[in-house]
């Protein structure tokens, strides 16, 4: 069986039993590794200091309980950079942490962040920013792939995989594929056949990640649409844990 | 096993695959039967050509497929479609999209079809989500059945066994706990990290149905969901099969 890694778990409150939760469905569905992040306890799009502090500290204390089995994003905002220097250093440098989630409280591209990933290059650490392309109109400040092409452009060096395929997978390939820096993810969403054989139309399978957004989604499911794809199985492996191994390098 | 919702057709708006692929997705996952619809139908101003067209092309696989109807109840003629549907296609099924045909699904209209369908014998499937309202790129967005709406039909029609498609995890209780004695539901869009296991803790195993919502979803999603889901053997034989048979009275 190939090394299965989700990149793209949640978690809420580590204290009532949702790490043990987790664990035991990503074993019924044969996931190995879980990259982690939290958006607090209460999902707010503009978490203030002590929200950060806790998702921050809650995604650490699970990941010393499970080494084995989870790796930690810390979570920032461009309200916050300050704390969010603290906390790179924090988690990170000096943590079990070993990259960074991005949300919806800034565009990826926006100019407050520049201090944020300057260290993260530095750091050399992934970046997981969610993204979408919305029909129905996207949220206050939720990123685009535009988004994110421009921010790295600003920072050559950077590794910032797209959530979601940004929403839309019939396009998203097409936007990144001048950037090797930037990867997609096909957590989220529905099901839908042939994600992955249309994005391998123009990107190649490195740079395309396993990913489910639980505990909204399903492990399995949103496995599936790897498991499905008509593609060589070396292709599934990479895409199954092998490429977000490489970047996470834990 | 049999899936309760697939579909047979062309999408307007990305490739899909065909009959073909569907029984090929169906022998290798041990799906015996399927209960098939026209996708087409969705988008014809007479969704009736559709249910001529699938049966033209399920003739030769009538041990597989199970005709479902697809009919607008505000389309002139509709009675004699669904009488032919149920007597020359063999429908057992009758799927409605009063979204995308733009009808109430508590119109009187609707109503006589119910009563009609209940006469003929023929199960009322309601396509609650077909597509994520947020992929619906560049034209005008469908929204899905509300969960109210829902309630309301199937309350309106107690005497009919009411079948909802594509129901979103968190839904199905919206209808009312316990849930109404004529309600089911498939698990094509059915979707959490423990959707089954919470599932069988809130609702009767007898309400789940295996549905795939073949060609737009894959088909190992619900396959598997239903394979790895933290369930007891009786209540995945009776969402794989059992509920399917009873409703629709085969063996």
Not at chain 2, 108 to 116: K, R
Not at chain 2, 163 to 176: D, K, S
């Amino acid at each position: 069986m190939p090394l299965v890694v989700d990149c793209h778990a949640h978690i809420r409150n580590p204290d009532d039993g949702e790490p043990e939760i987790l664990l035991a469905a990503a074993d019924r569905a044969g996931v190995d590794k879980v990259i982690l992040c939290s958006l607090g306890r209460e999902w707010t799009p503009f978490p203030d200091a002590a929200s950060l502090e806790q998702a921050n500290d809650d995604v650490a204390l699970v990941v010393n309980r499970y080494p084995g089995r989870f790796m930690g994003l810390v979570y920032l905002s461009a309200d916050e950079v300050a704390l969010g220097l603290e906390h790179l250093d924090r988690y990170i440098a000096s943590g079990p942490c070993r990259g960074v989630k991005l949300w919806i409280s800034q565009f990826a591209d926006d100019p407050r962040m520049d201090p944020l990933f300057d260290r993260i290059v530095q750091l050399d650490v992934p970046v997981l920013q969610h993204t979408w392309i919305k029909a129905t109109g996207n949220l206050e400040k939720e990123s685009t792939a535009w988004h994110c092409v421009n921010r790295v452009q600003q920072h050559p060096g950077l590794k910032m995989w797209l959530a979601h395929c940004s929403g839309r997978w019939e396009e998203v390939a097409r936007i990144i594929a001048p950037y090797p820096g930037l990867c997609l993810d096909v957590s989220g969403g529905e099901p839908e056949a042939g994600v992955v054989e249309c994005l391998l139309q123009t990107i190649g399978p490195e740079r395309i990640f396993f990913g489910s957004d639980v505990p909204g989604r399903s492990f399995i499911v949103q496995m599936s649409k790897v498991l499905s794809a008509e593609i060589p199985e070396d292709w599934k492996c990479m895409i199954l844990g092998e490429n977000i191994m490489r970047w996470m390098r834990p | 096993m049999i899936d309760f919702n697939a579909k047979l057709g062309h999408f307007p708006y990305r490739p899909v695959e065909g009959i073909e692929a569907l029984l090929r997705a169906m022998d290798r996952y041990g799906v015996e039967r399927a209960v098939v619809s026209s996708l087409n139908a969705v988008f014809y101003l007479n969704p009736h050509e559709g249910n001529i067209e699938l049966a033209s092309a399920i003739a030769t696989h009538c041990d597989r497929f199970i005709h479902a109807a697809v009919l607008r109840p505000d389309f002139t003629g509709w009675h004699d479609d669904l009488r032919r549907c149920a007597g020359d296609c063999g429908a057992r099924c009758v799927v409605l999209y009063p979204q995308y045909h733009r009808y109430d699904l508590l119109s009187e209209a609707t109503g006589e079809l119910v009563e009609l369908a209940r006469e003929l014998g023929v199960l009322v499937c309601v396509q609650c989500w077909l597509e994520d309202p947020r992929r619906q790129f560049n034209r005008e967005i469908i929204q899905p059945v509300a969960p109210a709406v829902m309630k309301a039909f199937v309350e309106a029609h107690p005497r009919t066994d009411i079948i909802a498609f594509g129901l979103r995890f968190g839904e199905p209780e919206m209808l009312g706990e316990p849930l109404p004695r004529n309600f089911y539901f498939d698990i094509s869009n059915y979707e959490n990290m423990r959707d089954l296991e919470l599932a069988m803790e809130r609702f009767p195993k007898e309400r789940l149905l295996f549905g795939t919502n073949f060609p737009l979803y894959n088909y190992v999603a619900n396959v598997e969901k239903l394979a790895r889901g933290n369930i007891d053997a009786g209540q995945r034989e009776a969402i794989a099969s059992g509920n399917a048979k009873r409703l629709l009275g085969i063996h």
